[in-house]
C-alpha cells in the first residue's frame, strides 16, 4: 500500500559515519533514484519543533537549499512541501511518531509541488542526532526489491531436513512394528505404543473436505477463527516437540530415574521434558508478535509438528497418496488461482488468509517463517519474510514417508526413499525459480506434487514393483527379521 524507500544519512566525521533509515514516499508524485551512485546529498536541517502549516514558523533563508525535516500534524503533505519549497527547500521530511502509512493527498491541487516529500519515523531522526551528530548530509533513494533472497535457501533446507527426517522416522516405526509382528512376545506391547493412524482413500476425501471448509470459515470469521487456530497450534505442536524430543532422549541410556504415581511408573527426566514443551508453546504465543526472535520458535515448533504428523499419520498405499495429493493440488491451485476470480476485492482467498484477511495484525502460526536476509527497503521499514506453509511439507512428506516404510516392507535399500526425498528437493527448487520469475506468491503443491508422484511411479514401474507399490505391501505374513 506504500513505496519504500531509503533514506541515507551521513555524518560529518572522517571516515563519515552512515547509516539506513526507513522512508515510505508516493511515488506518483516523484521517482527517486534506484541506486545510491545517482543520488544528491542535501544538508538537513531538522525542524521538528515545528509542523510546517505557515511559512511564519520558520525564519527567512533557514530552508535554502537544504533537506528539512518536520513534524507531521495539523496540515496537508502538499500544503507542507508547498510552503517549503516557495521557502528554497530541496527535500521535506515528514517526522510521524506514529506507526508510517502510505503518502495520500489530493496532488492535482497541488501541481506546482515538485520537490520529494518522504514520511519518516520520529525515533529515526532522533536516532540519526545521537549516531551522526547535528551536522547531517542525507538522500533519497528507491533500490528495486532483490531477485534472490538467501531466506529461501534456509526454507528449503528446512524443508528437505524436514520431509527426509519425517520419512526416516516412519521408517524406523515400520521396522520396530515388523520386528513386532515376527515376535509374538512383543507384538502386544507393541501395538499398545503404536499411535499411527492410517489414511484410506474414504477419510482422504473426507480430509480434503474439511480443508476446504476450513479455508472458507477463516476468510470470513478470521479474526475469531485465528485465535482457535493459534490455541490448536501451541496444544499441537507441544505435544509434537515432546514425541520428538522424547525419542531422542529414549536413546541416552542415561538419567532413566523412574517415579511411581497411582500404580504407574514414569521416568523423571520426562516429566521435565514435558514441562519443557509446554513452556517453549506458551513462551511462543506470549511473544509470537515480536517479529525479531519469535519465528524461530514458531520454526522449531513447526518443524516438530510437521515430524510429528508425518511419522504418525500412515497411507496404506500408493493408491491413498495418488487421490490425497492430487485433490489437495487441485484444492491449493482453486484457493490460489481461481478464487481472484470470485470475490469482490480480487484476491485470492488462499492468499488473503495466509496474509491475515482485512489488514488483520494476527497471522496464522500454520507456516515456517524466515526474515529476509537481504538488505533492501523493505527490511528497514519492516521484517518481510518468507513463507512456506505447513502443507508444503507434510502432504509430500507423507508419500516420502509411504516410500521409506515401501522400501523397509520390500527390503529395497531406500531406493524408492531416496528418490521421493530427491524429487522433493527439485520441486522446492522449481517452486523458488517460478516465484523469482512471477514475483507473486506460488501454490507450492502445483510443483511438489508433479515432481513426487511422477519419480516415485518411474522408480516402481523401473523395479517392475508398480502393482505391488500401488495397493501396499502387507508385511504381516511372511516377514522375518
Request: proline share 4%; charged share 15%; glycine share 6%.
Amino acid at each position: 500500500t506504500a513505496d519504500e524507500g531509503i533514506l541515507h544519512a551521513s555524518g560529518s566525521g572522517v571516515p563519515p559515519v552512515t547509516k539506513d533509515y526507513c522512508i515510505i514516499y508516493n511515488s506518483n508524485w516523484v521517482s527517486l533514484p534506484k541506486t545510491l551512485d545517482n543520488a544528491t546529498f542535501r544538508t538537513l536541517e531538522n525542524l521538528t519543533s515545528t509542523v510546517l502549516c505557515s511559512s511564519a514558523e520558520v525564519p527567512s533563508g533557514l530552508m535554502k537549499d537544504k533537506a528539512v525535516v518536520v513534524m507531521r500534524g495539523n496540515c496537508t503533505f502538499l500544503e507542507k512541501a508547498r510552503i517549503a519549497q516557495n521557502l528554497g527547500a530541496k527535500m521535506l521530511l515528514i517526522a510521524s511518531k506514529s506507526r508510517l502509512s502510505a503518502i495520500s493527498d489530493n496532488k492535482t491541487d497541488f501541481e506546482d509541488v515538485t520537490l520529494p516529500i518522504a514520511l519518516i519515523r520520529y525515533n529515526d531522526i532522533v536516532d540519526m542526532q545521537l549516531v551522526l551528530g547535528n551536522e547531517v548530509n542525507v538522500t533519497l533513494y528507491s533500490p528495486p526489491l532483490p531477485e534472490f533472497d538467501y531466506s529461501m535457501v534456509v526454507i528449503f533446507l528446512i524443508a528437505v531436513f524436514t520431509v527426509a527426517l519425517g520419512g526416516y522416522w516412519s521408517g524406523v516405526a515400520e521396522l520396530e512394528n515388523l520386528k513386532a509382528v515376527a515376535s509374538p512376545g512383543e507384538r502386544e506391547t507393541r501395538w499398545k505404543k503404536e499411535e499411527n493412524v492410517t489414511f484410506t482413500p474414504v477419510t482422504v476425501i473426507l480430509f480434503v473436505v474439511i480443508c476446504c471448509v476450513m479455508l472458507v470459515l477463516l476468510y470470513f470469521f478470521y479474526k475469531w477463527l485465528v485465535y482457535v487456530i493459534i490455541s490448536v497450534f501451541c496444544l499441537a505442536s507441544a505435544m509434537s516437540l515432546y514425541n520428538c524430543l522424547a525419542a531422542l532422549i529414549g536413546q541416552i541410556p542415561f538419567g532413566q530415574c523412574r517415579i511411581t504415581c497411582s500404580n504407574k511408573t514414569i521416568e523423571v527426566r520426562l516429566i521435565f521434558l514435558a514441562i519443557f514443551c509446554i513452556a517453549a508453546a506458551v513462551v511462543w504465543a506470549v511473544f509470537r508478535n515480536e517479529d525479531r526472535w519469535a519465528w524461530i520458535l514458531q520454526d522449531i515448533l513447526g518443524v516438530a509438528f510437521c515430524l510429528n504428523f508425518i511419522k504418525t499419520l500412515k497411507m496404506p498405499n500408493f493408491k491413498s497418496c495418488v487421490i490425497l495429493l492430487g485433490l489437495l493440488l487441485l484444492y491449493d491451485v482453486f484457493f490460489v488461482f481461481i478464487t481472484p476470480f470470485i470475490t469482490k476485492n480480487g484476491a485470492s482467498i488462499m492468499v488473503e488468509v495466509a496474509a491475515g484477511p482485512f489488514g488483520n495484525s494476527e497471522k496464522l502460526p500454520v507456516v515456517i517463517r524466515v526474515p529476509r536476509l537481504e538488505h533492501s527497503a523493505s527490511t528497514l521499514c519492516d521484517l518481510p519474510f518468507s513463507l512456506l506453509g505447513f502443507g508444503d511439507i507434510i502432504v509430500p512428506g507423507l508419500l516420502v514417508a509411504y516410500c521409506r516404510r515401501f522400501d523397509v516392507q520390500t527390503r529395497s535399500s531406500s531406493v524408492y526413499y531416496i528418490s521421493c526425498t530427491i524429487a522433493y528437493a527439485v520441486g522446492m527448487v522449481l517452486t523458488f525459480i517460478v516465484l523469482a520469475l512471477m514475483k507473486m506468491g506460488q501454490p507450492a503443491l502445483l510443483y511438489l506434487v508433479p515432481c513426487t508422484l511422477i519419480t516415485s511411479s518411474l522408480v516402481a514401474w523401473r523395479r517392475k514393483e508398480m502393482k505391488k507399490f500401488w495397493k501396499g505391501s502387507s508385511y504381516q505374513v511372511g516377514w522375518r527379521p
